[in-house]
Protein backbone atom coordinates (compact mmCIF):
# COMPACT_ATOMS: atom_id res chain seq x y z
CA UNK A 1 0.00 0.00 0.00
CA UNK A 2 3.13 2.47 1.29
CA UNK A 3 4.27 1.82 -2.65
CA UNK A 4 1.30 2.59 -4.15
CA UNK A 5 0.95 6.17 -2.19
CA UNK A 6 4.40 6.83 -3.16
CA UNK A 7 4.15 6.21 -7.02
CA UNK A 8 0.76 8.11 -6.92
CA UNK A 9 2.40 11.32 -4.70
CA UNK A 10 4.95 11.22 -7.54
CA UNK A 11 3.17 11.25 -9.99
CA UNK A 12 1.46 14.15 -8.69
CA UNK A 13 4.57 16.27 -8.28
CA UNK A 14 5.84 15.45 -11.60
CA UNK A 15 2.09 16.76 -12.84
CA UNK A 16 1.98 19.83 -11.66
CA UNK A 17 2.51 23.15 -13.83
CA UNK A 18 4.72 25.78 -13.90
CA UNK A 19 3.27 28.59 -12.38
CA UNK A 20 4.02 32.13 -14.14
CA UNK A 21 4.41 33.77 -17.76
CA UNK A 22 6.16 31.34 -20.59
CA UNK A 23 10.15 31.78 -20.61
CA UNK A 24 11.56 34.47 -22.77
CA UNK A 25 13.72 32.80 -25.40
CA UNK A 26 17.52 34.22 -25.07
CA UNK A 27 18.70 32.27 -28.32
CA UNK A 28 21.98 32.63 -28.14
CA UNK A 29 22.43 35.69 -26.29
CA UNK A 30 21.94 33.11 -23.61
CA UNK A 31 25.38 31.78 -23.70
CA UNK A 32 27.05 35.09 -22.44
CA UNK A 33 27.37 35.99 -19.06
CA UNK A 34 28.13 39.58 -20.06
CA UNK A 35 26.52 40.85 -23.23
CA UNK A 36 27.09 44.87 -24.37
CA UNK A 37 26.36 46.83 -27.35
CA UNK A 38 28.72 49.93 -26.08
CA UNK A 39 30.95 48.46 -23.67
CA UNK A 40 31.88 46.56 -20.52
CA UNK A 41 34.90 47.76 -18.17
CA UNK A 42 35.84 46.84 -15.07
CA UNK A 43 38.05 48.83 -11.90
CA UNK A 44 39.92 45.21 -10.68
CA UNK A 45 39.64 42.62 -9.75
CA UNK A 46 36.12 41.59 -10.85
CA UNK A 47 35.14 37.70 -11.21
CA UNK A 48 33.07 36.90 -13.95
CA UNK A 49 31.95 33.19 -14.71
CA UNK A 50 30.65 32.67 -18.33
CA UNK A 51 31.44 34.37 -22.00
CA UNK A 52 31.47 38.13 -22.03
CA UNK A 53 31.20 40.00 -25.70
CA UNK A 54 30.51 43.43 -27.32
CA UNK A 55 28.89 44.26 -30.99
CA UNK A 56 28.80 46.40 -32.67
CA UNK A 57 31.88 48.61 -31.00
CA UNK A 58 35.03 46.91 -30.89
CA UNK A 59 37.07 45.23 -28.48
CA UNK A 60 38.96 48.71 -27.43
CA UNK A 61 35.33 49.12 -25.37
CA UNK A 62 36.35 45.94 -23.33
CA UNK A 63 38.51 47.32 -20.59
CA UNK A 64 39.95 46.42 -17.50
CA UNK A 65 40.65 43.29 -18.06
CA UNK A 66 43.95 42.87 -19.68
CA UNK A 67 42.85 40.78 -22.67
CA UNK A 68 45.32 38.26 -24.09
CA UNK A 69 44.03 37.07 -27.86
CA UNK A 70 43.91 33.07 -28.65
CA UNK A 71 46.02 32.23 -31.55
CA UNK A 72 42.78 32.08 -33.93
CA UNK A 73 41.85 35.86 -32.80
CA UNK A 74 38.67 34.87 -32.90
CA UNK A 75 38.36 35.58 -29.25
CA UNK A 76 40.51 36.30 -25.98
CA UNK A 77 40.85 35.72 -22.64
CA UNK A 78 41.47 37.54 -19.10
CA UNK A 79 42.42 36.36 -15.70
CA UNK A 80 39.30 37.95 -14.29
CA UNK A 81 36.67 35.91 -16.53
CA UNK A 82 36.33 32.12 -17.03
CA UNK A 83 35.25 31.64 -20.46
CA UNK A 84 36.09 33.23 -23.44
CA UNK A 85 35.97 37.33 -24.66
CA UNK A 86 34.38 38.02 -27.67
CA UNK A 87 34.08 41.61 -30.04
CA UNK A 88 33.30 42.46 -33.33
CA UNK A 89 36.54 42.85 -34.69
CA UNK A 90 37.91 39.56 -33.69
CA UNK A 91 38.97 37.28 -36.74
CA UNK A 92 35.62 35.63 -37.98
CA UNK A 93 33.03 34.01 -37.88
CA UNK A 94 33.05 36.01 -34.57
CA UNK A 95 31.46 39.50 -36.21
CA UNK A 96 28.70 37.26 -37.75
CA UNK A 97 28.21 35.40 -34.49
CA UNK A 98 28.10 38.24 -32.01
CA UNK A 99 25.39 40.33 -34.50
CA UNK A 100 23.10 36.91 -34.69
CA UNK A 101 23.40 37.58 -30.37
CA UNK A 102 22.76 40.76 -30.22
CA UNK A 103 19.95 40.67 -32.29
CA UNK A 104 18.53 37.60 -29.90
CA UNK A 105 19.18 40.03 -27.06
CA UNK A 106 17.30 42.73 -28.55
CA UNK A 107 14.56 40.11 -29.31
CA UNK A 108 14.12 38.75 -25.83
CA UNK A 109 13.81 42.26 -24.33
CA UNK A 110 11.44 43.28 -26.76
CA UNK A 111 9.67 39.57 -25.89
CA UNK A 112 9.78 40.32 -21.90
CA UNK A 113 8.26 44.21 -22.62
CA UNK A 114 5.77 42.98 -24.41
CA UNK A 115 3.64 40.50 -21.84
CA UNK A 116 0.22 40.84 -21.04
CA UNK A 117 -2.12 41.18 -18.91
CA UNK A 118 0.23 41.73 -15.79
CA UNK A 119 -0.56 39.43 -12.39
CA UNK A 120 0.76 42.21 -10.30
CA UNK A 121 0.52 46.20 -11.10
CA UNK A 122 2.83 48.66 -9.96
CA UNK A 123 2.81 46.60 -6.55
CA UNK A 124 4.16 48.50 -3.46
CA UNK A 125 4.17 51.59 -5.89
CA UNK A 126 7.82 50.33 -6.96
CA UNK A 127 9.17 49.43 -3.45
CA UNK A 128 10.39 45.96 -3.46
CA UNK A 129 11.86 45.91 0.09
CA UNK A 130 10.66 43.50 2.47
CA UNK A 131 8.34 41.90 -0.07
CA UNK A 132 8.30 38.10 -0.74
CA UNK A 133 7.61 37.72 -4.41
CA UNK A 134 5.37 34.78 -6.25
CA UNK A 135 5.91 34.01 -9.92
CA UNK A 136 3.95 35.71 -12.51
CA UNK A 137 4.21 39.06 -14.14
CA UNK A 138 4.73 42.00 -12.40
CA UNK A 139 4.44 45.44 -14.37
CA UNK A 140 5.33 49.10 -13.16
CA UNK A 141 5.63 52.09 -15.09
CA UNK A 142 7.95 53.76 -12.59
CA UNK A 143 11.39 52.99 -11.25
CA UNK A 144 11.66 50.02 -8.87
CA UNK A 145 13.85 50.28 -5.55
CA UNK A 146 14.78 47.61 -3.49
CA UNK A 147 16.09 48.95 -0.32
CA UNK A 148 15.97 46.21 2.16
CA UNK A 149 16.50 42.02 0.82
CA UNK A 150 13.48 40.65 -0.44
CA UNK A 151 12.59 37.12 -1.54
CA UNK A 152 11.82 35.21 -4.32
CA UNK A 153 9.31 32.35 -3.72
CA UNK A 154 8.02 29.51 -6.10
CA UNK A 155 9.01 25.84 -7.46
CA UNK A 156 12.19 24.89 -9.91
CA UNK A 157 9.56 25.71 -12.71
CA UNK A 158 7.93 28.75 -12.13
CA UNK A 159 8.86 31.73 -13.77
CA UNK A 160 9.11 35.48 -13.13
CA UNK A 161 9.28 38.22 -15.95
CA UNK A 162 9.75 42.18 -13.84
CA UNK A 163 8.60 44.80 -16.34
CA UNK A 164 9.98 48.30 -15.37
CA UNK A 165 9.76 50.77 -17.84
CA UNK A 166 12.10 53.09 -15.31
CA UNK A 167 15.26 52.16 -13.43
CA UNK A 168 16.36 49.25 -11.25
CA UNK A 169 17.79 50.41 -7.89
CA UNK A 170 19.53 48.10 -5.28
CA UNK A 171 20.62 49.55 -1.88
CA UNK A 172 24.21 48.68 -0.62
CA UNK A 173 24.47 45.70 1.03
CA UNK A 174 21.05 44.43 -0.12
CA UNK A 175 19.91 41.35 -1.73
CA UNK A 176 17.58 39.36 -3.53
CA UNK A 177 17.06 35.82 -1.94
CA UNK A 178 15.59 32.98 -3.40
CA UNK A 179 13.20 30.50 -1.98
CA UNK A 180 15.14 26.68 -2.33
CA UNK A 181 14.37 25.29 -5.64
CA UNK A 182 14.05 29.13 -7.00
CA UNK A 183 16.40 29.21 -10.57
CA UNK A 184 17.55 32.38 -11.04
CA UNK A 185 17.64 31.68 -15.14
CA UNK A 186 13.77 31.53 -14.68
CA UNK A 187 13.77 35.18 -13.51
CA UNK A 188 13.83 38.40 -15.86
CA UNK A 189 14.26 41.82 -15.29
CA UNK A 190 13.70 44.20 -18.10
CA UNK A 191 14.39 47.11 -17.44
CA UNK A 192 14.26 50.43 -19.97
CA UNK A 193 16.13 52.80 -18.00
CA UNK A 194 19.45 51.51 -15.91
CA UNK A 195 20.09 49.02 -13.41
CA UNK A 196 22.13 50.43 -10.79
CA UNK A 197 23.61 47.92 -8.08
CA UNK A 198 25.05 49.74 -5.22
CA UNK A 199 28.05 48.25 -3.14
CA UNK A 200 27.87 44.67 -1.87
CA UNK A 201 24.05 44.23 -3.47
CA UNK A 202 23.48 40.87 -4.50
CA UNK A 203 20.98 40.39 -7.28
CA UNK A 204 19.48 36.86 -8.93
CA UNK A 205 18.26 36.59 -12.54
CA UNK A 206 18.65 37.92 -16.08
CA UNK A 207 19.15 41.50 -16.15
CA UNK A 208 17.70 42.65 -19.86
CA UNK A 209 18.45 46.40 -19.91
CA UNK A 210 17.81 48.58 -22.64
CA UNK A 211 20.44 51.37 -20.86
CA UNK A 212 23.45 51.11 -18.59
CA UNK A 213 24.05 48.85 -16.02
CA UNK A 214 26.61 49.74 -13.36
CA UNK A 215 27.64 47.43 -10.81
CA UNK A 216 29.68 48.64 -7.43
CA UNK A 217 32.14 47.92 -5.28
CA UNK A 218 31.40 44.03 -3.89
CA UNK A 219 28.21 43.97 -5.89
CA UNK A 220 27.20 40.87 -7.20
CA UNK A 221 24.69 38.62 -9.43
CA UNK A 222 23.91 35.08 -9.92
CA UNK A 223 22.69 35.53 -13.24
CA UNK A 224 23.53 37.61 -16.92
CA UNK A 225 23.75 41.21 -17.50
CA UNK A 226 22.36 41.39 -21.47
CA UNK A 227 22.71 45.22 -21.93
CA UNK A 228 21.92 47.28 -24.84
CA UNK A 229 24.42 50.23 -23.87
CA UNK A 230 27.55 50.20 -21.54
CA UNK A 231 28.49 47.96 -18.33
CA UNK A 232 30.42 48.87 -15.64
CA UNK A 233 31.77 46.74 -13.06
CA UNK A 234 33.71 47.77 -10.01
CA UNK A 235 35.55 44.54 -8.26
CA UNK A 236 32.23 42.75 -8.75
CA UNK A 237 30.68 39.25 -9.29
CA UNK A 238 28.67 37.87 -12.25
CA UNK A 239 27.81 34.17 -12.37
CA UNK A 240 25.84 32.70 -15.00
CA UNK A 241 23.32 30.17 -13.72
Not at 56 to 73: E, Q, R, V, Y
Not at 90 to 115: K, S
Request: aromatic share 6%.
Amino acid sequence: MTKFVLIAALGAIASVSAAGPAAVNLGKAGTYAILSKSGISTVPTSAITGNIGVSPIASTAITGFSLKMDSTNRSATSTQVTGSVYAADYAAPTPEDLTVTIGDMEIAYTDAAGRTPPDHLNLGSGDLGGKTLGPGLYQFGSTVIIPTDCTISGLPSDMWIFQISGDLVMAANMRVNLDVGVKASNIVWQVAGYVEMEAGAHMEGILLVKTAAHFRTGSSLNGRILAQTAVTLQSSTVTQP
